[in-house]
């Protein structure tokens, strides 16, 4: 579980001393699953601060490699400023530290038909960008975590539902698909824009060598949901952005409703673990019922619906 790191503004001095930067300004950042983040005001630029609770050093370091690597092929992402010494990553506190050149840009919770278009593009890009070979082969709530839940006998109805949907997914998943590099976790909150149109991409947290078309399937479940509904008019919005870039093939889009099943059922799996396991919270204990009830929609449309709808 992250233990939250409460910085005052000696710690912020010292730590900005290591990037020749004076700070005027600074405040807290909420949001963050697993790190303690803040915004620096300098007078001329601002900058985000991050110090990665839920890290080791060398997951961190691997963090900043690949924001160096992303910014290599111009990808619109998170810019990281190393320190004056060269690091990527300092260690304060006995934690990795971040700085980040802060993006200037909204999250929009409502995205339409143009700026999925836009996002599905970006997407597509990113999964032409070789993958670097520090990524870890598997996402980080994928199927292996699942017997983590099935076995531990805190909710057994919940326990067996998931390990129908892990028998299902491994069965249908077909030989072969292409990997790559893949974002892992691109829903809505992780997408900036201005106005309409696109501005990067962030919070590479999940980031891992995989199939691209759960990153779509992530995606699809991140942003194109109306309440537990997959909305095809926006999964085809996205698709169509994507294709603009790179053509799926013809067994990825006969797989793309199930890697949104999956999609659907990882994260589903991840809060109950992160709310009845690694934090638990009455007010939260049932996050993990909107993702089931995501999951059982896109599995009850029939293929053949979902097909034309979104690739006719």
Not at 298 to 310: C, G, L, M, R
């Amino acid at each position: 579980m992250a233990k939250y790191t409460q910085l005052q503004r000696h710690d912020i001095e010292r730590i900005a001393k290591n990037y020749n930067l004076t700070v005027t300004e600074f405040e807290s950042i909420e949001g963050g699953a697993g790190n303690s983040s803040y915004l620096l005001y300098t007078g001329h630029c601002k900058y985000v601060l991050t110090v990665c609770d839920d890290k080791a050093l060398p997951d961190a370091i691997r963090m900043g490699q690949l924001l160096l690597w992303l910014e290599q092929y111009n990808f619109p992402a998170t810019r990281l400023l190393p320190s004056v010494s060269g690091d990527i990553v300092i260690v304060y506190m006995d934690k990795p530290v971040m700085l980040k050149v802060y993006i200037e840009g909204q999250v929009n919770e409502n995205l339409d038909d143009v700026m999925l278009f836009q996002t599905g593009a970006e997407m597509a890009k990113l999964h032409q960008i070789p993958a670097p070979d520090y990524l870890p082969e598997k996402h980080a709530y994928g199927l292996q975590t699942f017997s983590n839940i099935i076995t531990g006998s805190i909710n057994t109805e919940y326990e067996s539902w998931l390990a129908k949907q892990l028998d299902h997914i491994k069965q249908n998943i077909p030989l072969d698909l292409p990997c790559g590099l893949i974002h892992g976790d691109v829903f809505f909150d992780n997408v900036l824009f201005e106005g309409d149109k696109f501005k990067a991409i962030i919070d590479f947290e999940e980031a891992c060598h995989y199939y691209k078309g759960f990153d779509l399937g992530m995606g699809i479940t991140g942003m194109c949901v109306t309440d537990t509904t997959v909305a095809l008019d926006k999964v085809r919005a996205l698709v169509s952005g994507y294709q603009k870039i790179r053509i799926l093939g013809q067994a990825e889009r006969e797989s793309l409703q199930l890697f949104i099943h999956y999609a659907a059922t990882a994260t589903s799996c991840w809060r109950f673990w992160k709310y009845h396991i690694d934090t638990p919270s009455a007010d939260k204990a049932d996050k993990h019922r909107h993702m089931m009830q995501i999951a059982e929609g896109i599995s009850s449309i029939p293929k053949a619906t979902f097909q034309d709808a979104v690739f006719s």
